[in-house]
């Protein structure tokens, strides 16, 4: 089974950035089409962005559209994303996972947007 470790996740001001990062433990994660959700505080784990394979496909939540970035690297088994212009609706846990929710979830990321 494949293992899912996010990071970066912190506290954020309004406006602010992140990066967050998505390391798994097996090469099979190059065939799959990877997505980020999160999960807020008594709201059910949305989906928040999605990438094809090689990456020239992506598609984002309308909450999300030109400000997040999602993409990935393939020799190192890692998805990223990167969040710009945040607002305090983004604070949730983020987690990655492929786009049909077939891997164990990972223990997510904490992302907190509060001045």
């Known amino acids: 089974q494949v293992q899912l470790v996010e990071s970066g996740g912190d506290l954020v001001q309004p406006g602010g950035s992140l990066r967050l990062s998505c390391s798994a433990s097996?090469?099979?994660?190059?065939?799959?089409?990877m997505a980020w959700f999160r999960q807020a505080p008594g709201r059910q784990r949305e989906l928040v962005a999605q990438?094809?394979?090689?990456?020239?496909?992506?598609n984002y939540a309308d909450s999300v559209k030109g400000r997040f970035t999602i993409s990935r690297d393939n020799v190192k088994n890692t998805l990223y994303l990167q969040m710009n212009n945040l607002n305090p609706e983004d604070t949730a846990v983020y987690y990655c996972?492929?786009?049909?929710?077939?891997?164990?979830w990972g223990q997510g990321t904490q992302v907190t947007v509060s001045s």
């Open positions: 097996a090469n099979i994660f190059r065939i799959y089409t």
């Open positions: 996972n492929t786009a049909l929710q077939q891997w164990y």
């Open positions: 990438i094809s394979t090689t990456g020239g496909s992506t």
